[in-house]
């Protein structure tokens, strides 16, 4: 028995499907390095809030009880679109508890 020749059709088939699972993979890399950026600037963002507070209590004597504070006198920025940011301050003497997550 003669073994099968691949034709053109069986190639460019073959192609088409190695194309797909390429570009089905990087994707997929795609995707997590997006999530990886999303989360380092949540991390970001969370430092440049507890900086902002260490520096308000540095020169006010006290932690900021909320973040608007922060941001009306302090000219701090956050993207609530795009980010969940928790601020808990306890006491005026006591560092705030700050966690951003992104959307």
């Known amino acids: 028995m003669k073994p099968l ?3 053109r059709q069986h190639t460019t088939i073959t192609l088409v499907i190695v194309l797909i699972c390429v570009l089905g993979i990087g994707l997929l890399f ?3 390095a997006q ?3 999303r989360q380092q600037e949540a991390e970001t963002l ?3 809030i507890v900086h902002s507070a260490a520096q308000c209590c ?3 004597g006290a932690y900021p009880l909320s973040l608007s504070y922060l941001q009306t006198n302090y000219g701090l920025t956050a993207d609530t679109n795009r980010f969940v940011i928790q ?3 306890f006491a005026e ?3 705030p508890t700050v966690t951003v ?3």
Do not use: D, F, H, W
């Open 101 to 103: 997550v992104p959307r």
């Open 30 to 32: 795609l995707g997590s």
């Open 5 to 7: 020749q691949p034709t």
């Open 93 to 95: 003497n006591i560092a």
């Open 58 to 60: 540095a020169i006010e």
């Open 87 to 89: 601020y808990e301050c």
């Open 46 to 48: 969370r430092a440049t």
């Open 35 to 37: 999530s990886a950026i």
